[in-house]
DNA sequence: GCCGTTTTCGGCCCGACTGTTTTCAGTCG
């Protein structure tokens, strides 16, 4: 059973308890899902290795826990939350993903009216029997129903390439307004999350009834949630819930470390607090009713005797230990990036011309990039073979020739076959300035064969980078099963590339596989998988996804200056 | 149910807003 089969089961098991008023094991039960969850490991080799003692290595794991995960993987299935379910035959999932709905709620309406599922829920609630349940009126009834709709139109979480852009607009116009002093938006936009369920925006004003005001007037707002002086929340048209807090100047720093999160963050920062005597909150660092610190986040970081934490790496990863210790990494920088090493043009599956990727690269700041078209594997594409590569590689002198200011290298995308062989003869690749290599086909190979096709490939002495390993496709496609640590290792040992690839429903590898291939030492470039000119500046989610994989600039290669970065590829 | 610069018990982060109330529980972040 996968890891997140089995956090699913934990995380079900925290909703029954809840139902149930249990205090604490919900949580507990809930940060074994999660600790299950970041887990790169299958749980299930962890306990091949040394058994249910060996599972409690796992944070949040302790004697009742293993025992839990032992006989799930024995047998397939937990008699303890079998129980659970028959004593309430509900589906807690479904139910409680409806918002406004929680476990109280779900007991509510199954002790009254017998309801177990969505489906029975949006009945009763057309039908108008939720309204008169003790603690539910008609604004509730009406609530779940835009809830359930909200659902069913597949609502949830957003790539954060896709919404950005719309958040800066709106956290450019509130700025803008009166009486408003400052703006920032806060929680996984800021902390750069691949995907965000949500946007939290902060201003500063004394006069919050205008700022708030507007906020609900914008053209983009579909629904008001709730609105007061301090909070007020709205979803908007594109389904997304965007949140906006007034918080006075002397709490903006707490506030948004607060409301950057993460909540796990926080809460490890509130335990620091704790040990001191002291009292965090949205306000302020508090010493009894002293306010000690709270302007800004930096006051804050240093009061609790810690070095300023980047919101990239705000995931309680270690980060605070670090921070402690004042051994946090020296981040790689948005702007760090001199080149861009996958770009596709109309030779295969892009847009644009050569000339007009590079222009657009070069107005960009890039000093450099590679042209990377995909080759005859994928013949979906036009994919090049020898005779092809070559013509473009004399298209590329030619353009050089003409072109200032940025430097245009020989690539291509080339597919890694079933076998661990390349679609392209070494001769050709001979001639080529970077050689990217790609999984494009035979997705569903087992673990063993994928990682020996891929490492195989690898080993290509002309073979320079890894294109997105794991070949994910955010909320579309599970990455293709492969051990990571495997192919970390063996492009240390084959001085292989690994690439963060950039592009928004990619970003590939993901943070924790860079954290892994940074401890061993191996190089990474961060490219953006442009398909048209409108791409390249998706490089920025790439640096994001880099820092909250803790890179530091010199373990990214393309933010050196050409010379080098050629000197770092297997063929200088 | 977990965990330990308060270790084998006694804690476990904190506050805003809504709805349905008449003092607060539930939900959310």
């Given at each position: 059973?996968?890891?997140?089969?089995?956090?699913?089961?934990?995380?079900?098991?925290?909703?029954?308890?809840?139902?149930?008023?249990?205090?604490?094991?919900?949580?507990?039960?809930?940060?074994?899902?999660?600790?299950?969850?970041?887990?790169?490991?299958?749980?299930?080799?962890?306990?091949?290795?040394?058994?249910?003692?060996?599972?409690?290595?796992?944070?949040?794991?302790?004697?009742?826990?293993?025992?839990k995960?032992e006989?799930?993987?024995?047998?397939?299935?937990l008699?303890?939350?079998d129980e659970?379910?028959?004593k309430t035959?509900?589906?807690?999932?479904?139910?409680?993903a409806?918002?406004?709905?929680g476990?109280?709620?779900?007991?509510v309406?199954?002790?009254?009216?017998?309801?177990?599922?969505?489906?029975?829920?949006?009945q009763?609630?057309?039908?108008?029997?939720?309204?008169?349940?003790?603690?539910?009126?008609?604004?509730?009834?009406q609530?779940?129903?835009?809830?359930?709709?909200?659902?069913?139109?597949?609502?949830?979480?957003?790539?954060?390439?896709?919404v950005?852009p719309?958040?800066?607009?709106?956290e450019k116009r509130?700025?803008?307004?009166?009486?408003?002093?400052?703006?920032?938006?806060?929680?996984?936009?800021?902390?750069?999350?691949?995907?965000?369920?949500?946007?939290?925006?902060?201003?500063?004003?004394?006069?919050?009834?205008?700022?708030?005001?507007?906020?609900?007037?914008?053209?983009?707002?579909?629904?008001v949630h709730?609105?007061?002086?301090?909070?007020?929340?709205?979803?908007?048209k594109?389904?997304?819930?965007?949140?906006?807090?007034?918080?006075?100047?002397?709490?903006?720093?707490?506030?948004?470390?607060?409301?950057?999160?993460?909540?796990?963050?926080n809460?490890?920062?509130?335990?620091?607090?704790?040990?001191?005597?002291?009292?965090?909150?949205?306000?302020?660092?508090?010493?009894?009713?002293?306010?000690?610190?709270?302007?800004?986040?930096?006051?804050?970081?240093?009061?609790?005797?810690?070095?300023?934490?980047?919101?990239e790496?705000?995931?309680?990863?270690?980060?605070?230990?670090?921070?402690?210790?004042?051994?946090?990494?020296?981040?790689?920088?948005?702007?760090?990036l001199?080149?861009?090493?996958?770009?596709?043009?109309?030779?295969?599956?892009?847009a644009?011309?050569?000339?007009?990727?590079?222009?657009?690269?070069?107005?960009?700041?890039?000093?450099?990039?590679?042209?990377?078209?995909?080759?005859?594997?994928?013949?979906?594409?036009?994919?090049?073979?020898?005779?092809?590569?070559?013509?473009?590689?004399?298209?590329?002198?030619?353009?050089?020739?003409?072109?200032?200011?940025?430097?245009?290298?020989?690539?291509?995308?080339?597919?890694?076959?079933?076998?661990?062989?390349?679609?392209?003869k070494?001769?050709?690749?001979?001639?080529?300035?970077?050689?990217g290599?790609?999984?494009?086909?035979?997705?569903?190979?087992?673990?063993?064969?994928?990682?020996?096709?891929?490492?195989?490939?690898m080993?290509?002495?002309?073979?320079?980078?890894?294109?997105?390993?794991?070949?994910?496709?955010?909320?579309?496609?599970?990455?293709?099963?492969?051990?990571?640590d495997?192919?970390i290792?063996?492009?240390?040992?084959?001085?292989?590339?690994?690439?963060?690839?950039?592009y928004?429903?990619?970003?590939?590898?993901?943070?924790?596989?860079?954290?892994?291939?940074?401890?061993?030492?191996?190089?990474?470039?961060?490219?953006?998988?442009?398909?048209?000119?409108?791409?390249?500046?998706?490089?920025?989610?790439?640096?994001?996804?880099?820092?909250?994989?803790?890179?530091?600039?010199?373990?990214?290669?393309?933010?050196?200056?050409?010379?080098?970065?050629?000197?770092?590829?297997k063929?200088?």
């Amino acid at each position: 059973m996968r890891n997140s089969e089995i956090a699913q089961i934990f995380r079900e098991i925290a909703l029954y308890l809840e139902m149930q008023e249990e205090r604490f094991k919900p949580r507990a039960y809930e940060k074994v899902a999660y600790a299950l969850e970041a887990l790169e490991e299958p749980v299930t080799e962890i306990y091949q290795r040394g058994g249910a003692k060996e599972l409690r290595s796992i944070p949040g794991v302790g004697e009742a826990i293993a025992e839990k995960i032992e006989e799930i993987i024995k047998t397939g299935k937990l008699k303890y939350y079998d129980e659970l379910r028959k004593k309430t035959p509900v589906d807690i999932r479904g139910l409680t993903a409806i918002e406004g709905v929680g476990p109280k709620s779900v007991k509510v309406l199954y002790e009254k009216l017998g309801i177990t599922g969505v489906g029975e829920l949006e009945q009763a609630a057309r039908t108008g029997k939720i309204r008169g349940l003790p603690r539910f009126g008609e604004k509730m009834q009406q609530k779940i129903l835009k809830g359930i709709e909200f659902l069913k139109q597949g609502g949830g979480r957003f790539p954060l390439g896709s919404v950005l852009p719309l958040i800066a607009e709106i956290e450019k116009r509130l700025r803008g307004l009166p009486d408003v002093e400052a703006v920032t938006v806060a929680g996984s936009v800021r902390r750069r999350k691949e995907t965000i369920g949500d946007a939290d925006f902060l201003a500063i004003s004394s006069k919050p009834e205008g700022i708030m005001d507007y906020f609900i007037s914008m053209p983009e707002v579909m629904h008001v949630h709730g609105k007061g002086m301090t909070k007020t929340m709205v979803k908007l048209k594109n389904a997304m819930d965007v949140d906006l807090r007034v918080v006075p100047k002397e709490s903006f720093g707490a506030a948004l470390c607060y409301f950057t999160g993460s909540k796990d963050h926080n809460v490890a920062l509130r335990r620091i607090a704790q040990e001191k005597g002291l009292k965090l909150n949205e306000y302020g660092l508090f010493r009894g009713e002293k306010r000690i610190a709270g302007e800004t986040e930096e006051e804050i970081y240093q009061a609790l005797g810690l070095s300023y934490v980047p919101p990239e790496l705000r995931e309680n990863q270690g980060e605070v230990e670090a921070a402690r210790k004042g051994e946090l990494p020296a981040l790689i920088s948005y702007g760090d990036l001199r080149g861009d090493l996958q770009i596709q043009t109309a030779w295969t599956d892009g847009a644009n011309s050569i000339e007009e990727m590079a222009g657009e690269a070069k107005r960009l700041g890039l000093e450099y990039i590679a042209i990377t078209d995909h080759t005859k594997g994928l013949a979906m594409t036009g994919g090049s073979d020898e005779k092809k590569l070559l013509r473009q590689m004399e298209a590329i002198d030619k353009i050089n020739q003409s072109l200032k200011g940025i430097k245009i290298l020989k690539g291509a995308e080339v597919n890694i076959n079933k076998d661990g062989t390349l679609d392209i003869k070494d001769e050709a690749l001979k001639k080529l300035d970077v050689v990217g290599i790609a999984v494009h086909s035979h997705f569903n190979l087992p673990r063993k064969e994928m990682t020996e096709r891929v490492t195989k490939a690898m080993r290509n002495p002309h073979a320079d980078i890894l294109f997105h390993p794991t070949g994910r496709v955010i909320q579309k496609r599970e990455p293709y099963d492969v051990d990571m640590d495997a192919i970390i290792k063996t492009a240390k040992e084959t001085g292989t590339v690994l690439e963060i690839d950039a592009y928004p429903d990619r970003l590939d590898l993901k943070d924790e596989h860079i954290r892994k291939a940074v401890e061993a030492g191996v190089k990474l470039v961060i490219d953006s998988d442009a398909h048209s000119v409108n791409h390249i500046r998706f490089l920025e989610f790439g640096v994001a996804q880099a820092r909250r994989g803790w890179a530091r600039k010199k373990d990214v290669i393309n933010t050196r200056p050409l010379k080098d970065f050629l000197r770092c590829l297997k063929h200088p």
